[in-house]
């Protein structure tokens, strides 16, 4: 759903990509920082139920995804490596914001949140490696109604809702939207492999 906004993404941070390239930063060092912001923001305000500071501090490095992409392009240095890189650190951005709601429901011994917080980081893990086994054997797998970029989304607006005096119900029900999506998402695309494997 959110891969239409890429091209006004591209045209936003066009210009960052360039200052960043003309200092000599690297690509991978932009997806390293932006890894490591996202991480750190997660993991600090979000067990605390800081969310609105969690959330603005983590957006701002989430836009980092974006401009190692540009900065790539722009310098001719695209390579799989590159790619390889930035799927892999994208899920550790992943489990640090989920990990750190786990963190946060844990804390206040809220046991039934805490597995769904735990279910949907393991279930964002699934859906996907689903898709790169999947790749990995000749096939596709890119279907689902729940891509990375939409749960991401959807959970940064619960929090930043939460962190704006709605509460902690805007993530909790989040929360529980994320797990339904994510399984239909893991099954769609385990439906998709069979077919593609039965010919």
């Known amino acids: 759903m959110l891969n239409r906004f890429r091209a006004l993404a591209t045209r936003i941070f066009t ?20 890894t ?11 067990p605390r139920g800081e ?12 836009f980092s995804d974006t401009i190692d ?11 799989s490596f590159g790619a390889f890189l930035d799927s892999s650190l994208d899920r550790v951005g992943d489990a640090a914001i989920f990990g750190g709601l786990v963190l946060y429901y844990s804390r206040d011994g809220r046991q039934t949140m805490t597995a ?18 999947a790749e990995g054997l000749g096939m596709r ?7 990375r970029a939409d ?3 959807l959970i940064l ?7 704006v005096g709605v509460g902690d119900r805007a993530v909790t029900w989040a929360l529980w939207l994320l797990a339904v999506l994510s399984a239909v998402t893991v099954l769609q695309r385990i439906v998709v492999v069979r077919r593609q494997s039965l010919g």
Do not use: N
């Open 69 to 79: 992409g540009v900065m790539a392009r722009h310098s001719g240095r695209t390579s």
């Open 151 to 153: 749960r991401l989304v």
């Open 51 to 62: 969310f609105l500071w969690g959330t603005l501090a983590i957006v701002l490095f989430v």
């Open 157 to 163: 607006a619960a929090t930043a809702l939460a962190g």
């Open 36 to 46: 490591l912001g996202v991480a750190a923001s997660a993991l600090w305000f979000f």
């Open 116 to 133: 769904v917080a735990l279910a949907v980081l393991v279930l964002g893990m699934l859906v996907s490696y689903v898709r790169a086994r």
């Open 15 to 34: 210009p960052v990509a360039r200052v960043l390239l003309s200092l000599g930063v690297s690509p991978d060092a932009v997806t390293v920082v932006g």
């Open 141 to 147: 797998a890119d279907v689902g109604i729940a891509e």
